[in-house]
């Protein structure tokens, strides 16, 4: 007679199974998206000289894409929630694919300031949607590090992407256009493939899982926090409880903070290191991959020992610090050995922070305001990429150097660190009330 499996024993086999199933082709549509948000950055080697954009017209093009985020982030969140995964999912690839195509024809500043905001609202959705999606999926003893997996493709792809932008840009091409053309249209047309694989490949929820079995679905239902709200099992509050919530808000200005210093690296790294080094499009690709790969490997490490001691808010707090002073020390140093070192760990800890963030609201907010919770802290995020590559460009052009962006992107990882530790407050009161 064989005996029922244990909890244990079903958390790892469920752990398992949505790691292959869904976590890792999560983090493709990440992958990809990160490529075709952030490969303008090396389009400006080339794009800026052509359609004679300054600057400030570079940082906020670059910039502008956010706002279309912003506005489509809850419609995209709802209309997921209404239309299940795999068609919402298809839907948005497919239009961000065919946006990100349409970047190759653009022809001066205000179609490419039209066209980031069109990829922005496609887009919009994505991170938010795929978070709560995979929040009904990931069980609390792999929860940083289900999440980091997803979100290390967005280092995934500045290391793929950087190498393969620059040559492109520098390959001479079938088409005879321009090599930052030719770079938006072969980048875009993964996203085209990837809208037919979301239609056909994603369950709507776990109890439409096949590879799951019945104790597996009720062992979801009963212990992930994401899957109560979806099986009724937690009513605690509502969908609008995180507007009035402190701990809410605190989760909201660290992700900003944190995706401050990531957009902030990836959209003015290859114009900083191209600068300061004089290298082609191509080496600079290979120098910019550098502290993403950096990261990627920092990112995972730094999840998996985040779920190892059950900590998260030191997890985010000492590499947003170490990030910042990294790239401080990088651009006072310059080129050499200690400048690229200094870049590289610097990029590294900016980059390892996301991951062991979204264990902090998962924790932090009930269940059934995740879904809100997860949006408007997407939406804070998507205001600091609206808004701080934007003011860099400022800065460097009213400066003449980028001192003072770096400086910048130093204070926002201080800010990081001193919210992490409120939020840490906050939690350790809230549970030691919830014993009394």
């Not at 292959?20 to 080339?46: H, W």
């Not at 321009?178 to 809208?195: C, D, Q, V």
């Not at 694989?197 to 776990?206: C, G, I, R, T, Y």
């Not at 998996?304 to 910042?324: C, F, I, K, N, Q």
């Amino acid at each position: 007679m064989s005996s029922q499996p244990s909890a244990d024993d079903l958390e790892r086999a469920i752990g398992r199974k949505v790691l292959v199933r869904l976590v890792i082709p999560c983090a493709l549509y990440i992958l990809i998206g990160a490529i075709d948000r952030t490969n303008v950055s090396f389009a400006a080697l080339q794009m800026n000289q052509d359609l004679g954009l300054s600057g400030s017209e570079y940082g906020f093009g670059a910039g502008v894409l956010f706002v279309g985020y912003m506005l489509a982030k809850y419609p995209s969140v709802l209309v997921y929630e209404r239309i299940g995964m795999h068609r919402w999912l298809a839907i948005i690839t497919l239009a961000w694919g065919l946006a990100s195509c349409a970047m190759a024809a653009v022809r001066n500043e205000w179609e490419l300031y039209g066209l980031r905001v069109v990829i922005g609202i496609t887009e919009g959705g994505l991170s938010s949607g795929l978070m709560l999606y995979l929040s009904h999926w990931a069980p609390e003893r792999y929860r940083a590090s289900i999440l980091a997996i997803p979100i290390t493709s967005i280092s995934i792809a500045q290391v793929i992407g950087a190498p393969i932008s620059g040559l492109l840009l520098d390959a001479a091409n079938p088409l005879g256009i321009p090599g930052w053309r030719f770079m938006f249209l072969i980048e875009a047309l993964p996203a085209l493939a990837l809208a037919v694989f979301a239609w056909l490949h994603f369950p709507d929820h776990p109890g439409k899982a096949g590879w799951l079995d019945s104790a597996e679905r009720n062992w979801l239902a009963a212990n992930v926090n994401g899957a109560k709200r979806e099986s009724g099992g937690d009513r605690d509050g509502g969908r609008w409880d995180m507007l009035s919530s402190p701990v809410g808000w605190t989760c909201a200005a660290i992700w900003f903070c944190i995706l401050a210093s990531n957009y902030g690296v990836m959209f003015w790294l290859p114009q900083v290191v191209k600068g300061m080094t004089g290298l082609t499009a191509t080496e600079t690709g290979i120098v910019v991959a550098l502290p993403w790969a950096a990261s990627a490997v920092g990112l995972l490490l730094n999840a998996r020992h985040s779920d190892r001691t059950g900590e998260r808010y030191l997890h985010v707090a000492l590499p947003a610090l170490a990030g910042g002073g990294g790239l401080l020390i990088a651009f006072l140093a310059g080129p050499g050995l200690l400048g690229l070192a200094a870049l590289t760990i610097g990029g590294a800890c900016t980059g390892c922070t996301v991951a062991a963030f979204w264990a902090i609201p998962i924790r932090l907010l009930k269940p059934a305001a995740l879904a809100m919770g997860i949006v408007v802290i997407n939406m804070c995020g998507s205001l600091a990429g609206a808004t701080v590559p934007a003011l860099m460009g400022v800065l460097a052009q009213w400066s003449g150097s980028f001192l003072p962006p770096t400086l910048l992107l130093f204070g926002i990882a201080a800010a990081c660190a001193g919210l992490c530790l409120v939020a840490r407050s906050a939690d350790r009161n809230g549970r030691a009330q919830a014993k009394r």
